[in-house]
């Protein structure tokens, strides 16, 4: 069964740029702290990080600007897992305003050792497995609407 994680925020004045709206970097900000709150879940949490050593790192990102985004907009950021191997899963999120869809974003994340280098690490088998049951049916993602193009793990 996918599961959907979902993430609150509200638009801050020092986020909105010269011509009114909310600036392109405070949507990153906004799916980043969302895929935070995915990865809390699925057990790479302050504790996790905290006694491994381990951590994630974003390798690669794609965001579709759908509509303005204005100083106190209430907005939801609904993830999804689309796919994950040993070291890296693969993200969706969709933001919106209310029940207006305003931002569409995909994620490649890396389970990454930071000691004694930051190198690539196998996650745990119980992260997998929480991403495994989290993860979206290939047909509901092949559903999903503004899909990213050509982002997907390799292997």
């Not at 930051?118 to 503004?146: F, G, I």
Request: with cysteine; charged share 25%; glycine share 4%.
């Amino acid at each position: 069964m996918s599961r959907v994680f979902r993430y609150d925020t509200t638009v801050r004045p020092d986020w909105i740029d010269y011509n009114g709206h909310m600036q392109d970097a405070y949507y990153g900000l906004v799916f980043s702290h969302a895929v935070d709150t995915v990865q809390d879940a699925v057990g790479v949490d302050a504790a996790y990080r905290a006694r491994t050593g381990c951590t994630i790192f974003l390798l690669e990102d794609h965001k579709s600007y759908l509509r303005e985004v204005k100083e106190g907009a209430a907005l939801r950021v609904e993830m999804r897992v689309l796919d994950a191997d040993a070291k890296r899963f693969h993200l969706h999120g969709r933001m919106f305003e209310d029940d207006a869809l305003v931002a569409v974003g995909e994620f490649i994340e890396l389970h990454v050792a930071t000691r004694p280098a930051p190198h690539a690490a196998p996650m745990p088998e119980t992260v997998q497995a929480a991403l495994d049951a989290a993860r979206l049916s290939q047909q509901d993602a092949d559903n999903l609407s503004h899909r990213s193009r050509a982002l997907a793990l390799r292997r």
